[in-house]
């Protein structure tokens, strides 16, 4: 499994981002999909995921921020970011089970 997410960068806040990922996996459909988050200093943290059968979930604090989706079509997992928070900054990855792709950085700063 490979996985490789884009589309970091550089927002202001209340800005928005739109983040993808794309897998290298048989079968993605069936796979659930997860958006992790590593900020400076802290530990990784869950974000979202979505499920095979594409119910969402969301940690609490982008909850009513942040959208997920996927196109299976394309192998492919979109997490759009809007109302950003300069506590959203950091390198967001997104994982198939227990394997995390390369993350791309997002910094939210004014």
């Known amino acids: 499994v490979q996985l490789q997410a884009s589309g970091g960068g550089l927002a202001q806040p209340g800005g928005s981002l739109r983040l993808s990922c794309v897998a290298s996996?048989?079968?993605?459909?069936?796979?659930?999909i997860g958006w992790f988050r590593q900020a400076p200093g802290k530990e990784r943290e869950w974000v979202s995921c979505?499920?095979?059968?594409?119910?969402?979930y969301y940690a609490d604090s982008v909850k009513g921020r942040f959208i997920i989706s996927r196109d299976n079509a394309r192998n492919m997992t979109f997490l759009q970011m809007n109302s950003l928070k300069p506590e959203d900054t950091g390198v967001y990855y997104c994982?198939?089970?227990?394997?995390y792709g390369q993350g791309t950085l997002v910094t939210v700063s004014s």
């Open positions: 979505i499920s095979s059968s594409d119910s969402t």
């Open positions: 994982a198939v089970g227990n394997t």
């Open positions: 996996v048989s079968n993605f459909d069936y796979h659930a």
